[in-house]
């Protein structure tokens, strides 16, 4: 046998005994990311205060005016009693610039140094019901992961022509005016120069 041939049969005989090449490795599981969990919304079941509204307005509930006595002539005052999409149930007692847990859980901001000016004077209280004397206006409390919002939603039909939402940090003084439009225009752009018009300045 010649050499070449000979080496030739060296090498398939080598090859032959050789390893199998290791298995490729394996895809790591796939893991699915848990959803964030949902914002939960709460709405106002009954509201009391010192002067009832002639507009829209939640009726009285029972254990709001002695809720109110808390106040000590502290104005504005007013006792609200809201519920969560879970049934979950809670009192809020508005005393001058705080709103308060009636269980004493928490105390929150009532006015917000952030939302001045023009803004301010057409909003009015946000947190007055109906919002900016708006009879189509609402005012919900959003539970989400980051902290609880109020949101304030207009119609249009107020002096200003007030319409989208107002987001307000119920925690704290952020606010958020970006959804807030006049006649389709937003707040900052255009909205604020519409507003001036529709109000007579």
Do not use: Y
Not at 58 to 64: A, D, N, R, S, T
């Amino acid at each position: 046998m010649h050499q070449p041939q000979v080496q030739v049969l060296i090498g398939l005989l080598v090859g032959g005994c050789a390893e199998p090449p290791p298995p490729p490795p394996k895809s790591p599981p796939i893991v699915e990311a848990a959803p964030a969990p949902a914002a939960l919304r709460w709405r106002i079941l009954g509201r009391m205060g010192p002067v009832r509204s002639t507009l829209p307005s939640p009726l009285p509930f029972e254990g709001g005016e002695a809720l109110m006595a808390r106040c000590a002539g502290v104005l504005p005052c007013s006792a609200e009693r809201w519920e969560r999409q879970d049934g979950r149930r809670m009192d809020l007692l508005r005393v001058g610039d705080q709103v308060q847990a009636a269980d004493g859980a928490f105390s929150w901001p009532a006015r917000w140094r952030r939302l001045n000016g023009d803004l301010a004077a057409c909003a009015g209280d946000p947190l007055a019901l109906p919002p900016a004397g708006d009879p189509g206006a609402l005012r919900v409390l959003i539970e989400e992961p980051s902290g609880p919002w109020w949101e304030v939603s207009w119609s249009g039909e107020n002096r200003c022509g007030l319409a989208g939402s107002l987001r307000l940090r119920a925690d704290a003084e952020t606010i958020d005016a970006t959804a807030v439009t006049v006649e389709g225009l937003r707040w900052g752009a255009g909205g604020r120069e519409r507003a001036a018009a529709l109000n007579g300045r």
